[in-house]
């Protein structure tokens, strides 16, 4: 009788212990929920910057928590095909006016503004979406990066490349190749 319920105490104990070690079988204590669910503000990604804030009506708001971006698909036209088909040049800004040009995270106006580029500035057509582009771009200018968008890739992906990506209004860029 000592003897089973020395098994079954061994057991719980054992059991107590496997239900808080992490499943990938470290011996790292898991992270509070508090501590796993938030992420530093601060932290962006290569090639990225947060746009600077102004006070010029329709400046950047960088409390915005929208829809969840869409990222740029490279290779949609095949394996033969570079990965973006296009390149071009933003064009037709108003000088008096904002004289930029938004970069959003989705083909919408409706979405976080993630950039603004200026009027010359060359990008990378990789996608089309209701009056929008889905670009790649230099986030200098034309500082002679390779944005790794002119050679093929096996099969359609998302972007993940060195330059930064977001989404234009098409009535601003002139195609200039592809």
Request: glycine content about 10%; charged content about 25%; hydrophobic content about 30%.
């Amino acid at each position: 009788m000592k003897t089973g319920i020395i098994v079954i105490a061994a057991s719980a104990l054992a059991l107590a212990a496997c239900q808080q070690a992490p499943a990938d079988g470290t011996t790292e204590q898991p992270a509070s929920e508090e501590t796993a669910t938030k992420a530093p503000s601060d932290i962006v990604a290569p090639a990225e910057r947060k746009p600077a804030p102004t006070d010029a009506p329709g400046s950047p708001d960088l409390g915005y928590t929208g829809p969840i971006p869409m990222p740029i698909r490279i290779g949609t036209d095949g394996p033969k095909a570079d990965s973006c088909a296009s390149y071009g040049e933003v064009t037709g800004l108003d000088p008096k006016g904002d004289n930029y040009l938004s970069v959003r995270d989705a083909p919408s106006d409706k979405v976080k503004e993630r950039d603004r580029i200026g009027a010359g500035h060359k990008v990378h057509i990789c996608a089309e979406s209701n009056g929008w582009y889905g670009i790649v771009y230099d986030i200098e200018g034309d500082s002679g990066i390779d944005c790794e968008t002119d050679s093929p890739v096996d099969k359609p992906r998302n972007y993940t490349g060195p330059c930064a990506q977001g989404w234009v209004s098409k009535k601003f860029v002139k195609i200039t190749a592809g």
